[in-house]
Nanobody, 123 residues
Framework: VQLQASGGGLVQPGGSLRLSCAAS????????IGWFRQAPGKEREAVSC????????YHADSVKGRFTISRDNAKNTVFLQMNSLKPEDTAVYYC?????????????????WGQGTQVTVSS
């Protein structure tokens, strides 16, 4: 299994970014993709997760109403649309995958991790 994350960058407060996570190596749709982030000096936390199989999702309270997670099954890609970005959203964002159906906000439930992509929200 390989995960390729992309789409980070520098954006002003109130701006938008879209992150992409391309997954390969899964033989079926029975897996979950999660986006996590880690800011300097803080623990890694879940942002949003989606089940590729049944489309169920999870969003952290801090991003509800601002972030949307979606998937393109044909391209094996999951997107994280981030709107109304705030300075506190600044972090390295990672996509991760776990086999199975249930979305989970716990990092240790995910066996596969992609490289991080830096998101910086600053004026």
């Amino acid at each position: 299994v390989q995960l390729q994350a992309s789409g980070g960058g520098l954006v002003q407060p109130g701006g938008s970014l879209r992150l992409s996570c391309a997954a390969s190596g899964f033989s079926s749709d029975n897996y979950v993709i999660g986006w996590f982030r880690q800011a300097p000096g803080k623990e890694r936390e879940a942002v949003s997760c989606i089940s590729v199989y049944d489309h169920s999702t999870y969003h952290a309270d801090s991003v509800k109403g601002r972030f949307t997670i979606s998937r393109d099954n044909a391209k094996n890609t999951v997107f994280l649309q981030m709107n109304s970005l705030k300075p506190e959203d600044t972090a390295v964002y990672y996509c991760a995958a776990r086999r199975g159906w249930g979305v989970s906000p716990r990092p240790y439930d995910y066996a596969y991790w992609g490289q991080g992509t830096q998101v910086t929200v600053s004026s």
